[in-house]
T-cell receptor
Framework: EAQVTQNPRYLITVTGKKLTVTCSQN?????MSWYRQDPGLGLRQIYY???????DKGDVPEGYKVSRKEKRNFPLILESPSPNQTSLYFC????????????FGEGSRLTVL | GENVEQHPSTLSVQEGDSAVIKCTYS??????FPWYKQELGKGPQLIID?????GEKKDQRIAVTLNKTAKHFSLHITETQPEDSAVYFC?????????FGAGTRLTVKP
């Protein structure tokens, strides 16, 4: 089954404690992206990757890092989480950027205390 | 960059009625306009999309219209059913830059 898998689905952590949200897709997609969803703000792009070893900032990259060492994986790293990073995070993948269907994971709800 | 505005933010309709959600975009170069449906506890899923060379597209009870001159596009759902209740996002994309609207929470009352 074609899917994007994120882990963990739910996480409560404390300010400053590094965490990683993993994302994996099994569709051989070149393009992967991270979004955060906040009430009234829709989906805002954090980082994206056009292919292995190619990453770029989206609209809200501050406080986040990503890596793309393999085509299927695109982890999101919060080196020192802060309460304003409390949000619902989605990973997505697509055959190509911008003009094709995005396949989203089920989301990871992060709370930073 | 692109800016997408979506209205209304919430919409409540009676089962069987129609629902319309409208979006406007700012970048005249945008050429791809997808609509995503997000059910509770799930990620958004594409339900219909339209490209700039087409004015309207239908798929059973859902349709999307595009007015490039006015830079707006709309989602129309006819004969709404309770399972249509969800958050709907519009988006506009110009090659490498896709932006989403803020979302519309649709509630269909039985």
């Amino acid at each position: 089954e074609a899917q994007v898998t994120q882990n963990p689905r739910y996480l409560i952590t404390v300010t400053g404690k590094k965490l990683t949200v993993t994302c994996s897709q099994n569709m051989n997609h070149e393009y992967m992206s991270w979004y955060r969803q906040d009430p009234g703000l829709g989906l805002r792009q954090i980082y994206y990757s056009m292919n292995v070893e190619v990453t770029d900032k989206g609209d809200v990259p501050e406080g986040y890092k990503v890596s793309r060492k393999e085509k299927r994986n695109f982890p999101l790293i919060l080196e020192s989480p802060s309460p304003n990073q409390t949000s619902l995070y989605f990973c997505a993948s697509s055959l190509s950027q911008g003009t094709g269907e995005l396949f989203f994971g089920e989301g990871s709800r992060l709370t930073v205390l | 960059g692109e800016n997408v505005e979506q209205h209304p933010s919430t919409l409540s309709v009676q089962e069987g009625d129609s629902a319309v959600i409208k979006c406007t975009y700012s970048d005249s170069a945008s050429n791809y306009f997808p609509w995503y449906k997000q059910e509770l506890g799930k990620g958004p899923q594409l339900i219909i999309d339209i490209r700039s060379n087409v004015g309207e597209k239908k798929d059973q009870r859902i349709a999307v219209t595009l007015n490039k001159t006015a830079k707006h596009f709309s989602l129309h759902i006819t004969e709404t059913q309770p399972e249509d209740s969800a958050v709907y996002f519009c988006a506009a994309s110009e090659h490498n830059d896709m932006r989403f609207g803020a979302g519309t929470r649709l509630t269909v009352k039985p």
